[in-house]
């Protein structure tokens, strides 16, 4: 069968440059706007895409066995209507700055991560897929003097992956750095005589190997990476986790938990169960807030391994 990957390739840089031209359309639009646009989103992603709509169900429906389907089919609505919010939300980095962006993240108890400082301690800030993950991460530079670094998974489309790295790193900050994922320990072992704040997400959905943890997670047998923990005692960093919620539309509040001050007196595996188990009650209380279309449960545990 005959190819022309020169075509595809001009498919692909035409795609790219048309989405990279709405998303500094919504960069510049007022944020009145902005959700005006993300209603519209929502009504075509839900009603008319009808984009993982059967994943959504299905993970609500095994998450929360005790809720009616009335409250499910609510939350699945907001989180589809959060969904959009967060996709126009993330396109405003381009343009925002910092003193702008900081209205509308509040930090609860920023002091957890200052005594860390203070003792000084390097730490992973184990983020969930919830609130707005992007804001989160440009504004770790706020939180302490650590040198601040996100660990990243790189996108295929090379493009796609230059525009999404530039905007999370276009305030040109000396602390802000991206990591992608093979190269982060290699680089946080050259930078271990500073004092580092790696921001990584740590709900993944793993590659179902042997060295995944697993353990029940919201009434179902969840497997983990379990590179936080690794990598935080291979380094002595502190885990912190960092709930991000949706306040009202356009602001945040995030609160954090000191999961592990010394990592290396923890048992192997105690460190993803104390994440685990602050993620699942972050969820139980803000359960629209999470991303229900990560195919989370897509692994399932090998009998032997009961």
């Known amino acids: 069968m005959l190819t022309f990957p020169f075509i595809t390739n001009k498919v692909r840089k035409i795609g790219f440059y048309i989405a990279k031209l709405w998303a500094y359309g919504l960069a510049i639009t007022p944020f009145r706007l902005l959700y005006l646009r993300s209603d519209i989103y929502f009504l075509l992603i839900y009603y008319i895409a009808r984009y993982r709509r059967k994943v959504v169900r299905q993970n609500l429906l095994n998450s929360f066995p005790d809720k009616s389907r009335a409250e499910l089919k609510r939350i699945e609505k907001s989180f589809y209507h959060n969904l959009c919010d967060v996709i126009v939300e993330a396109c405003k980095l381009l343009v925002m700055k910092p003193e702008e962006l900081k209205k509308h993240v509040h930090f609860k108890n920023p002091e957890i991560i200052m005594q ?11 983020l969930p897929h919830s609130g707005n993950w992007e804001w989160l991460g440009k504004l770790m530079h706020t939180l302490s003097p650590h040198k601040c670094a996100a660990i990243y ?12 790295y530039d905007m999370r790193t276009n305030y040109n900050l000396d602390m802000e750095q991206m990591l992608e994922a093979r190269v982060a320990l290699k680089y946080l072992l050259q930078r271990k005589e500073y004092l580092n704040m790696a921001l990584i997400v740590a709900d993944q959905s793993p590659m179902g190997l042997k060295s995944d943890y697993w353990t029940k997670f919201l009434h179902q047998d969840t497997c983990w990476f379990t590179g936080v923990e690794k990598i935080a005692k291979l380094l002595d960093y502190a885990v912190v986790f960092a709930g991000m919620k949706r306040v009202k539309r356009g602001y945040y509040e995030v609160e954090f938990e000191l999961l592990y001050e010394d990592v290396k007196e923890a048992s192997n595996g105690s460190v993803m169960e104390k994440y685990v188990r602050c993620l699942e009650k972050f969820i139980q209380e803000n359960p629209d807030n999470w991303l229900w279309s990560h195919r989370r449960w897509k692994r399932k545990r090998a009998a032997e391994s009961f």
């Open 116 to 126: 860390l400082y203070e003792k000084q301690k390097s730490l992973f800030l184990a």
């Open 153 to 164: 998974k790189r996108i295929q489309n090379p493009d796609f992956d230059k525009f999404i």
